[in-house]
């Protein structure tokens, strides 16, 4: 799809790493512009990998657990998103991730 090819532009530009950051240290409007920047960019096994490895699950899940309702909403379609890849999925349940997703 053609938003495919721009998400995966976006990710070989090097966007993931200053994400997570954004997610991890932002003000409210910025973790909730970058989890959901990080939601739209996961197209792929391989970008979805690479913000696992950069991190990224960790304060997504923090951000499913204590955020605003909009951190919540954003950081629970991330973490959809990312769960998508198996191995993501493992590590959402590691960082007790997936309790505050069913409640």
């Keep these: 799809a053609p938003g495919d090819e721009t998400a995966i532009d976006v990710a070989r530009a090097g966007a993931i790493s ?3 950051d954004l997610v991890m240290a932002g003000c409210e409007d910025g ?3 970058a989890a ?3 939601c739209n960019i996961c197209v792929t096994n391989k970008i ?3 913000v696992m ?3 990224g699950i960790n304060p997504l899940v923090e951000m499913v657990r204590g955020g605003t309702s909009d951190e919540k909403t954003a950081a629970a379609g991330a973490l959809r998103t990312l769960s998508l890849n198996e191995d993501n999925q ?3 349940s590691l960082a007790h ?3 505050p997703l069913v409640l």
């Design 18 to 20: 200053p994400l997570v």
């Design 31 to 33: 973790r909730c512009a």
């Design 36 to 38: 959901e920047a990080l």
């Design 48 to 50: 979805r990998v690479a």
């Design 53 to 55: 490895r950069a991190g």
């Design 90 to 92: 493992v590590a959402v």
């Design 97 to 99: 991730g997936v309790a």
